[in-house]
C-alpha cells in the first residue's frame, strides 16, 4: 500500500468510525432522539424526505452560485484595479484588509432591510462575503509579480495590457484559485446563514423550521445535506486548481501562500 | 595598444560596415544611471559614450559590477538614463525604433508556459508577426521554434516546462527566445555563461553564422575573453565600478572564423593583451 492509499483508507475509517461510534453511543446511553437521534434515523429521514428536500438543496446551490459568480466578476476586478499599480495596491490595501475583517454576517440585516426576505439577500450576502479574499489575493499576485518576468516583456515593446494577459494574471492565477477555494466555502455559509434569517427557501430555512417543529432528525439531515455540500463545492474548486496552476506547485520559482 | 595588428589580415573586412542607413543603431551619449538619491545614491554608470553602426558586432568586457547589464537595459529601455541620451536607430530609446532581441543574465523563463511557449512569446507580441500569431502559432511560427531549438540542441525539450531544465538548458532556450523574431538589435548579456566549453564553442558557431546570416546589430556582454574575439568585430572594455569604456578596438580577422583560430599564437596574444588591460583596472 502506497502512503497516500494509506492515507485515504485511515482518513475513511475515521468518517465511518465516527458515524459508528455515534449510532452505538446513542444505543448504549439510551439518548432520546429528541436530542440527538441516531445517525440511522437521520439516513432514513433524509431518504424518505428527499423528494421535499431536493428543491430546497437547489436552491441553497442556486444562491450561493450566483452569488459566488457575481463575487467572482467584481472581486477579479477590483483586484486587477488594485494589483497592477503599485500606489493602489499599497493605498488601498488597509481599507481592504479592514473591510474583510468585518463579520460579513452583519451585513445579512442590510440587505434585507433593503431587499425584503427571499433569495436577494441569500445572493447578495454570499456575493459580499466571498469578494474580498478574492481581491486580495488577485491583487497580491499582480504586486508581487517578479520584475524580471515583465522585463521580458518590455524589452519586446509589450503595451501594460499585453503585460497584463501574458505575466500578471498568468502569473496571479495560483493566488486566484487558492482564493477560490476559500471563496466558494464562504459564499455557502453567507448563503445558508440569509436563508436561516431570511427566506422561506433553502436547506438553512429547512433546518430553522424543523427545529422551531422539534423535527430534530431532519434538522440533522439538513447539517448532513450541508456538509456534503460544502465538501462537494470544496473539492470541485481544489480540483479545478491543481488542474489549472500545477506549474505553481510543481516548480520552485514562484513560491504560492 | 592595437589588437588587431598581431593577426594577419588576410581580406579584412571593413569594421564599421558603410551602411546604407545614415544613422547608427546605437548611440549612448554621456549616458549616465544613478540609482538612488542623496547619501545612498550608487553609481552605476559614469558618462558613457558609445556608438554602434549598423551591422556591427560589438563584444562588451569588463570586471563584475562594472555596469555592463546596465548599459543593456538602457538599450532596451528597461532604465532611462540618469544624464544623457541613448538613441537606438536614431531615436530615444521608448520609440522602440529597432526590432530587439535580448538575451537576460539569467534566464526567465515564464514558468507556467512550456519551452515551445515561451520561445514563441516574441512573436505573439512583435509586430509585424503577432498580427498572424493566431494562424501560425501551430504552423509556420511552431516550425520556426522548433528548428531553433533543435539547433541548439533541445528538440526534445519543447513540451517541458522550465523547471524540468538544466541552467544551461534555460540559457539556451533564453537564447532561442531572444531570436526568434529576427531582431535588428541582439543585447546578450553572458548568454553561453552556465555552457560547457564544448556546447559553448558550439553554440558560438551557430551565433556566428545566425550573425552572418542576417547580420542583425550585436551588443554581447561576455567574461569570456576567447569568446569575445572569436565572434565580435569590436571589443570594448570597461573599467571597475563605476565603469567607462577604456578601450575600444576592432579585430580585423574575417568572418567567417574558423573554431581552431582560437589557440592559433596570434588569437592568444589579443586576449592576453585584454586580459592584462582587465587585471590593471581591475586592480585601480
Ligand atoms: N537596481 C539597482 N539598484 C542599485 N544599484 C544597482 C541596481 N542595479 C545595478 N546596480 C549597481 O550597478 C552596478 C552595475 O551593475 P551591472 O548589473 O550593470 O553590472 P555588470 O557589469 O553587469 O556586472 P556582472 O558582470 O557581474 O553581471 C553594480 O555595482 C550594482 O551594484
Ligand atoms: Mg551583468
Redesign the pocket.
Known amino acids: 500500500m502506497t502512503d497516500t492509499q494509506r492515507i485515504r483508507f485511515l482518513s475513511t475509517s475515521l468518517i465511518v468510525g465516527f458515524f459508528l461510534a455515534w449510532e452505538v453511543l446513542c444505543i448504549l446511553l439510551n439518548v432520546s432522539d429528541l436530542v440527538l437521534p441516531r445517525p440511522s434515523e437521520i439516513l432514513v429521514t433524509m431518504w424518505t424526505r428527499f423528494p421535499v428536500l431536493w428543491p430546497h438543496i437547489l436552491q441553497t446551490l442556486y444562491s450561493t452560485l450566483v452569488g459566488f459568480s457575481l463575487g467572482v466578476v467584481i472581486g477579479v476586478t477590483l483586484g486587477v484595479l488594485v494589483g497592477t499599480s503599485k500606489i493602489a495596491y499599497a493605498v488601498a490595501y488597509p481599507l481592504l484588509v479592514g473591510f474583510s475583517s468585518i463579520p460579513k454576517v452583519a451585513v445579512v440585516p442590510i440587505f434585507v432591510l433593503w431587499f425584503g426576505s427571499g433569495t436577494t439577500p441569500a445572493v447578495l450576502t454570499a456575493m459580499v462575503i466571498c469578494v474580498f479574499p478574492i481581491v486580495v489575493n488577485i491583487a497580491t499576485g499582480l504586486a508581487t509579480t517578479e520584475p524580471e518576468l515583465e522585463d521580458v516583456l518590455k524589452t519586446l515593446g509589450a503595451s501594460k495590457t499585453e503585460i497584463l494577459w501574458n505575466v500578471g494574471l498568468p502569473r496571479a492565477m495560483p493566488y486566484f484559485f487558492a482564493s477560490l477555494k476559500v471563496a466558494i466555502t464562504l459564499s455557502f455559509v453567507g448563503a445558508v446563514l440569509s436563508e436561516t434569517v431570511a427566506s422561506n427557501m433553502g436547506i438553512g430555512n429547512v433546518m430553522m423550521t424543523a427545529s422551531s417543529n422539534f423535527q430534530v432528525s431532519l434538522v440533522f439531515a439538513g447539517l448532513i445535506i450541508l456538509a456534503l455540500m460544502g465538501v462537494a463545492l470544496y473539492a470541485v474548486f481544489s480540483l479545478l486548481e491543481r488542474r489549472v496552476t500545477g506549474w505553481a506547485t510543481r516548480g520552485n520559482d514562484i513560491a504560492v501562500t | 595598444m592595437n589588437m588587431s595588428s598581431n593577426i594577419p589580415a588576410r581580406d579584412a573586412q571593413p569594421v564599421q560596415t558603410a551602411s546604407v542607413h545614415s544613422r547608427p543603431a546605437l548611440e549612448l551619449q554621456n549616458a549616465s544611471?544613478v540609482?538612488?538619491s542623496g547619501a545612498n545614491a550608487?553609481t552605476?554608470?559614469t558618462p558613457t559614450n558609445l556608438k554602434m553602426e549598423r551591422g556591427d558586432f560589438l563584444a562588451l568586457v569588463?570586471?563584475?559590477?562594472?555596469?555592463?547589464?546596465?548599459?543593456l537595459?538602457l538599450v532596451s529601455n528597461l532604465l532611462q538614463p540618469s544624464e544623457g541620451l541613448v538613441l537606438v536607430g536614431g531615436k530615444e530609446a521608448r520609440a522602440k525604433e529597432l526590432r530587439i532581441g535580448m538575451a537576460f543574465?539569467n534566464p526567465t523563463m515564464l514558468p507556467w508556459l512550456t519551452i515551445e511557449q515561451n520561445v514563441m512569446m516574441p512573436l505573439k507580441i512583435v509586430s509585424p508577426f503577432k498580427e498572424t500569431y493566431r494562424q501560425d502559432k501551430t504552423g509556420a511560427f511552431r516550425d520556426r521554434v522548433h528548428a531553433l531549438l533543435a539547433q541548439v540542441g533541445l528538440k526534445d525539450f519543447a513540451q517541458h516546462y522550465p523547471w524540468q531544465l538544466s541552467g544551461g538548458m534555460l540559457q539556451r532556450s533564453n537564447l532561442c527566445r531572444a531570436l526568434v523574431h529576427e531582431p535588428d538589435l541582439l543585447l546578450l548579456?553572458?548568454p553561453f555563461g552556465a555552457l560547457d566549453q564544448f556546447t559553448r564553442e558550439e553554440l558560438w558557431q551557430i551565433m556566428q553564422d545566425l550573425y552572418l546570416d542576417r547580420k542583425p546589430t550585436v551588443l554581447l556582454?561576455t567574461?569570456d575573453l576567447r569568446e569575445a574575439g572569436y565572434l565580435a568585430n569590436r571589443i570594448c572594455v570597461?573599467s571597475a565600478?563605476?565603469?567607462r569604456i577604456i578601450s575600444d578596438e576592432p579585430v580585423n580577422i574575417p568572418q567567417p572564423r574558423d573554431i581552431g583560430m582560437i589557440y592559433s599564437p596570434a588569437f592568444v596574444e589579443m586576449t592576453q593583451n585584454l586580459r592584462e588591460l582587465i587585471a590593471q583596472v581591475r586592480s585601480t
Open positions: 544611471v540609482f538612488g550608487v552605476a554608470l569588463g570586471p563584475s559590477g562594472c555596469g555592463k547589464s546596465t548599459i537595459k543574465q548579456d553572458e556582454v567574461h570597461m565600478r563605476p565603469g
